[in-house]
Antibody, heavy 121, light 112 residues
Framework: EVQLVQSGAEVTKPGESLKISCKGSGYSFPTYWIGWVRQMPGKGLEWMGI????????RYSPSFQGQVTISADKSISAAYLQWSSLKASDTAMYYCARSMVEEVITPFDCWGQGTLVTVSS | QSVLTQPPSVSGAPGQRVTISCTRSSSHLGTTYDVHWYQQLPGRAPKLLIY???NRPSGVPDRFSGSTSGTSASLAITGLQAEDEAEYFC????????????FGSGTKVTVL
């Protein structure tokens, strides 16, 4: 069974750094793109960026370029999303999702359960 | 970057047919890309519902169907059921910046 399991909820303070993870199983992790999607409370889905774990090719949404860093470690089938200095406005649910077709970035056929990040002083 | 616009909400009685539109911004008129649809039940992660305009992943009921026309796409739900009450998002490829993607604004479907 194809699965993406994300790290647990985080409560942090403004200015702190954070790295959340997404671990894939049940398929060849290096072969499929992994995307990150933000959903702020009561709002829609926002595509943040995507990484190909096989060669670490990364694309960022212009809205998130420079705000977050996406990475992956194919040796342990994990993708990561990190911030160097969080803001209260980063409070949201973050989902990772897998591309359905090798070499093509959409659609996303498997989603992680989400990681809730709360940034509050 | 493209913008995909959806109506904020649609509603229907059980058994009725509802449709949700997804319209791409005018900056990409004349260019067509595949549209995908996701269903997000309250408190859950999104789930792929329709891909490549009108293909259903295994397990998705045939009550759900997609269509496209020019720079617009639509999701239709026939025989609406209480369990269909959810948020629905369209998604499409975006060429600016290259090789990226964008989600629609989302539509809340309410079963009356």
């Amino acid at each position: 069974e194809v699965q993406l399991v994300q790290s647990g909820a985080e409560v942090t303070k403004p200015g702190e750094s954070l790295k959340i993870s997404c671990k894939g199983s049940g398929y060849s992790f290096p072969t499929y793109w992994i995307g990150w999607v933000r959903q702020m409370p009561g709002k829609g889905l926002e595509w943040m960026g995507i990484i190909h774990p096989g060669d670490s090719d990364i694309r960022y949404s212009p809205s998130f370029q420079g705000q977050v860093t996406i990475s992956a470690d194919k040796s342990i089938s994990a993708a990561y999303l990190q911030w160097s200095s969080l803001k209260a406005s980063d409070t949201a649910m973050y989902y990772c999702a897998r591309s359905m077709v090798e070499e093509v970035i959409t659609p996303f056929d498997c989603w992680g359960q989400g990681t809730l990040v709360t940034v509050s002083s | 970057q493209s913008v995909l616009t959806q109506p904020p909400s649609v509603s229907g009685a059980p058994g009725q047919r509802v449709t949700i539109s997804c319209t791409r911004s005018s900056s990409h008129l004349g260019t067509t890309y595949d549209v995908h649809w996701y269903q997000q039940l309250p408190g859950r992660a999104p789930k792929l519902l329709i891909y490549g305009d009108n293909n259903r992943p295994s397990g998705v009921p045939d009550r759900f169907s997609g269509s496209t026309s020019g720079t617009s796409a639509s999701l239709a739900i026939t025989g609406l059921q209480a369990e269909d009450e959810a948020e629905y998002f369209c998604q499409s490829y975006d060429s600016s910046p290259s090789d990226s993607t964008v989600f629609g604004s989302g539509t809340k479907v309410t079963v009356l």
